[in-house]
């Protein structure tokens, strides 16, 4: 075990991270513990709660994000005289060199004065380190629940690489999902060539806006 004093912690230092604490996933758990497999990290990452898997998938999706570490560390600091010990819930490595701690917690504990102060001093010392700290309790659900569904085409070789340059070439910045849809179909069902369209969104190579449902009116944007 690795110890190093705050002050001289470095990026670096997590590369070969592994979680402090070890997942289980056990029948009659409340917190629906387990891994996902990350395209970023390519390998599975560890979560604790189904709030915990809803950061994840986000930071997943999020092209800024480059590295994702679950349970980096285990932060240890004298505060008012007791020594505290706590385990951040996810560490995101941005591609501009940023560093930003994540804790996760449900909303409707945030107001446990508690909670609060567990909270509160790990963020005093990670952002006086010159990192970002952020407390997570949800999004807007109907963007969760896209990308939740575009997350099933994140792995390289689930949708064929000719398919997705396909249906690259035929997609005109302003179309419609159906118009794009119905341009690759050529008589056949549109859904059969939805599949290689969310690849790209998951890409990112095409954005959306991801705040309305899932239906043939989404308006896609070229982003390259």
């Given amino acids: 075990m690795l110890e190093i004093p705050f002050a001289d912690l470095r990026l670096a230092h997590f590369t070969e ?21 990350s395209a970023t990290m390519g390998r599975h990452v560890v979560y604790e709660s189904r709030l915990e898997l809803a950061r994840l998938l986000l930071a997943d999706f999020d092209p800024s994000v480059q590295r994702i570490h679950a349970q980096p560390c285990r932060m240890t600091a004298r505060i008012d005289g007791r020594v505290r010990h706590h385990v951040p819930d996810f560490l995101l490595v941005m591609r501009s060199g940023v560093a930003v701690v994540v804790n996760v917690k449900p909303e409707d504990l ?8 567990a909270l509160a ?6 952002e006086r380190h010159g990192w970002a700290y952020e407390v997570w309790s949800g999004a807007d659900p109907v963007v969760l629940e896209n990308i939740r569904f575009l997350a099933a085409y994140r792995r390289p070789g689930v949708v064929p690489a000719a398919e997705i340059e396909r249906a ?28 290689p369209l969310m690849a790209l969104l998951w890409a990112g190579r095409l954005t959306t806006d991801l705040t309305q449902p899932l239906s043939g009116d989404w308006v896609l944007r070229r982003s390259e």
């Fill in 168 to 195: 690259w070439e035929s997609v005109q910045d302003g179309d419609q999902l159906a118009a794009v849809e119905r341009r690759l179909a050529e008589g056949r069902d549109r859904h059969e060539v939805r599949p």
């Fill in 17 to 37: 991270s592994k979680p402090w604490r070890t997942v289980r996933s056990v029948h009659g758990m409340t917190h629906h513990s387990g891994s996902y497999a």
């Fill in 121 to 126: 001093w790990p963020g005093d010392l990670i």
């Fill in 110 to 117: 945030l107001a446990d004065p508690k909670i609060k102060e």
